[in-house]
């Protein structure tokens, strides 16, 4: 027998190549599963898993920065969705041109208003059916305990601040069409040529650009394409880089335009150098992937640790991270190509995230639970996979009845964990003292925390988190301006002017100091200050109508009712809802006709 017949009736295989198939295995191209009749169980259970774990969420407020929607005039006015499109910078205090997020937020305020349940309800169905798409997805890769990976998806406790937290609809949103784009491409990928693929690459790439227009983080999508190429060949060709470039190019395009955007209206330089940038990155993955595996101790901004190119714990992580990855590498022959696979989708989904370029958060933390909502996939396929295929090839039916046992187990202690910390959410005092509890040092969480306790006013306990926050910031002036406002409602008026001047000398222009200043005039009836310091306020925010509405007051208190009712139109203008506005632009009004009579 010559040796090409006895290496083929050895099942000789190529390199790389596993010898038996493993949850890392390389699998053949998978055919279109039939998911309504193959999941009909599955897929509702699997649902109402996702739903179930989330129910705390939908008695839930608005928290944190849900206000930069609730604010939005765009989201409030029937030509909003003009705005929110072609004039995004009118969206205060959102740097990003996400516009498919805010549409939503749009068409929600038409339907309820800005009643919290709805906005939370529609972000727990995203995640369901994101849930159910990570199942089609996974069984259309062929990946073991298929099942069982969108089960973890659903029910895993670090997507709780993209799905419990209105805001972060965009992590659902993205992760949506991501998903969606992920799906379309595989079936272009294997159908064959001349047959309806054209129409599935045109619909992926649109559901690509879909998923930038709602994050940008979904610009790693056409890098995951190539990694599942290489995972299901060994090997990407030229071809493959071919077809993925217009996903390259468009990506590209929309993530520099957002940062563009970004930069034009929140200028950022942290003055990371490379070496401290890779540090950071290498201390991330490995922080990232803890809480993915042992999810304890999760909160909304955790500690932010010190960086320096001279720290060895720093070049330690980094060093790990490349033994990690030369060692899949080396062993892809024994245990397939499926975990180097599964940790490159990681690493590269987070990448946007891990430090390379600057975002805002950074300030305040180099890691957050929502940034791995999309990434958690990779390592979730490797270890459930792996798991899944370890509980088949068990001696008896009984151990594999207990593994099954083990995985329920699992998905419940999951399950109960999610619905614990999805609670966290409820309002702002329950986010932020939990943020407190956990990182006593979080920047700005004693102040919004304090911003909470005053807004149910509790104001002897906003003090106190006020003075923390002063204590952590001496030079902000806000933390004292915050200080001053929680004194005068508890009528320690000389106190508060104290700390409202200390405010305006560390900044004559400090929007929040001048507030305060101008209501402890009023408090004080000394209207002709109050008068001046609301025309500053004016001078440094035009579209504050709270500073319209005190000049006006103060104006309508001097006995100049003709000029206050100016003011009191223009604040009445800027902000319709407001009541104590209309009431005081009425006073204003018969005032003058009583003059007039």
């Not at 897929?43 to 604010?71: E, N, Q």
Request: net charge positive; hydrophobic share 50%.
């Amino acid at each position: 027998m010559s040796r090409g017949k006895r290496g083929r009736k050895r099942g000789r295989r190529p390199p790389g190549a596993p010898a038996r198939r493993a949850a890392s295995a390389s699998p053949p191209s998978a055919p279109e599963p039939r998911f309504a009749r193959r999941e009909a169980l599955a897929a509702p259970v699997l649902a109402a898993l996702a739903v179930g774990c989330y129910l705390p969420a939908l008695s839930a407020g608005f928290v944190w920065d849900d206000r930069v929607f609730a604010r939005a005039l765009a989201v409030r006015d029937w030509d909003g969705l003009w705005r929110i499109w072609f004039s995004p910078s009118e969206i205060e205090d959102e740097g990003h041109y996400w516009p498919l997020v805010y549409t939503s937020f749009w068409l929600e305020h038409k339907l309820w208003g800005f009643a919290p349940a709805g906005y939370h309800a529609v972000n727990v169905l995203l995640h369901a059916v994101n849930a159910l798409l990570v199942l089609r997805l996974a069984e259309r890769l062929a990946v073991p305990g298929a099942w069982l990976v969108a089960a973890v998806f659903a029910v895993h406790p670090l997507h709780v601040e993209s799905v419990a937290w209105v805001i972060e609809r965009k992590d659902l949103l993205s992760g949506l069409f991501y998903l969606s784009a992920f799906l379309a491409w595989l079936r272009f990928a294997d159908a064959p040529r001349g047959g309806r693929g054209g129409r599935d690459y045109v619909l992926a790439l649109a559901l690509f650009a879909a998923g930038m227009l709602c994050k940008s983080i979904a610009v790693t999508l056409p890098a995951a394409f190539l990694i599942v190429s290489w995972w299901k060949r060994g090997r990407v060709t030229g071809g493959d880089l071919l077809r993925t470039a217009p996903f390259f190019v468009v990506g590209a395009a929309m993530a520099v335009a957002d940062v563009s955007f970004y930069e034009a209206r929140e200028p950022l330089s942290l003055g990371y150098t490379a070496v401290e940038r890779l540090q950071i990155a290498a201390h991330a993955l490995w922080f990232y992937a803890g809480k993915l595996l042992w999810p304890d101790g999760l909160t909304a901004i955790y500690p932010h640790w010190e960086v320096g190119a001279g720290d060895p714990v720093a070049w330690g992580y980094v060093a790990a991270w490349a033994a990690v990855a030369a060692a899949l590498w080396f062993l892809r022959g024994r245990v397939g190509r499926g975990p180097l696979a599964g940790v490159s989708f990681f690493a590269v989904t987070l990448s946007p995230v891990l430090g390379f370029v600057d975002y805002g958060y950074m300030q305040f933390s180099f890691v957050a639970d929502r940034h791995q909502y999309l990434a958690g996939l990779g390592p979730m396929a490797v270890f459930v996979g792996a798991a899944a295929v370890g509980a088949e090839r068990l001696p008896s039916a009984v151990w594999r009845r207990c593994a099954a046992g083990v995985a329920a187990a699992a998905l419940i202690v999951l399950a109960v964990l999610t619905w614990r910390h999805a609670g966290v959410y409820r309002d702002g005092v329950t986010l932020f003292a939990h943020v407190v509890a956990h990182n006593p040092t979080a920047r700005f969480a004693h102040r919004n925390l304090g911003e909470a306790l005053s807004a149910e006013g509790r104001w002897d306990e906003a003090l106190a988190a006020f003075r923390v926050a002063a204590e952590q910031a001496p030079d902000d002036d806000r933390d004292h301006s915050n200080v001053g406002a929680a004194l005068v409602v508890l009528d320690r008026l000389d106190e508060a002017e104290e700390r409202l001047r200390h405010a305006l000398s560390l900044d004559p222009k400090s929007a929040y100091a001048l507030q305060n200043m101008a209501s402890l005039a009023v408090r004080r009836e000394r209207h002709g200050e109050a008068l001046d310091l609301y025309r500053r306020l004016v001078e440094v925010d035009p579209r504050n109508p709270s500073a319209h509405h005190g000049v006006g007051t103060a104006l309508y208190f001097l006995g100049r009712p003709a000029e206050a009712l100016e003011a009191l139109e223009r604040a009445l203008a800027l902000d319709p809802a407001r009541g104590d506005i209309r009431t005081n632009r009425d006073e204003a009004l018969a005032a003058l006709e009583r003059l007039a009579r």
